[in-house]
């Protein structure tokens, strides 16, 4: 009880700060373009999920991007633009579907959620995917349920001395420069509230 309490304000933390950083961007008050900054697809790399430098440990997103098997993931997180929350400096743990997770749903799910008008509901989901901390598989059979950052809790299973994340199997984990990513082989929905 006192851990999911715990991981539940770490959560509220996490959420909070993504919040004040996302107010806080710098805005360009002249109207002046970066001469560095190219107009085509600017949209798309700008913030700090675009910093790069070939010192650190990949953060989770520089994970998921270099990932052939998790392209619908990180279209998924282009869509919601949720890209500069998964190079925060956490620590995050995210439970990453595989486009074999993706492609398990129903057909027109994945097209649906990457609409532009299903954002927020998209956004949701994706949030079920992330708590903050970076626990190992062998940790997480420690848990019963956790708090994720969409403010719900998920249930932690261990069969066969398998660990499964609301109904999804880890099949891989990998660490990053700002947590771990736990590969999983479903994607993890919500309960609906």
Avoid: R, W
Wanted: charged share 20%; with cysteine; hydrophobic share 40%.
């Amino acid at each position: 009880m006192k851990s999911t309490i715990k991981l539940s304000m770490m959560g509220l933390f996490l959420l909070l700060a993504i919040m004040s950083s996302c107010k806080n961007e710098p805005k360009n008050e002249t109207g002046n373009s970066n001469s560095n900054e190219s107009s085509v697809g600017s949209e798309y790399n700008k913030g700090q999920a675009f910093i790069q430098d070939d010192e650190s440990t990949p953060n989770v997103l520089q994970i998921a991007l270099e990932s052939p098997d998790h392209t619908t993931l990180v279209a998924a997180v282009q869509a919601a633009k949720l890209k500069n929350v998964l190079v925060n400096a956490g620590p995050l743990m995210v439970f990453a579907p595989t486009n074999a997770a993706f492609d398990a749903l129903p057909e027109v799910t994945v097209e649906d959620l990457l609409k532009p008008e299903n954002k927020d509901a998209l956004a949701n989901i994706l949030k079920y995917h992330v708590t903050p901390g970076n626990y190992s598989k062998e940790f997480l059979m420690n848990f019963k349920k956790f708090g994720q950052a969409n403010d719900q809790n998920v249930t932690v299973e261990v069969k066969d001395n398998e660990v499964y994340i609301g109904g999804a199997k880890i099949v891989a984990s990998i660490t990053a420069g700002n947590g771990i990513v736990h590969v999983v082989d479903k994607v993890i929905l919500p309960p609906t509230q």
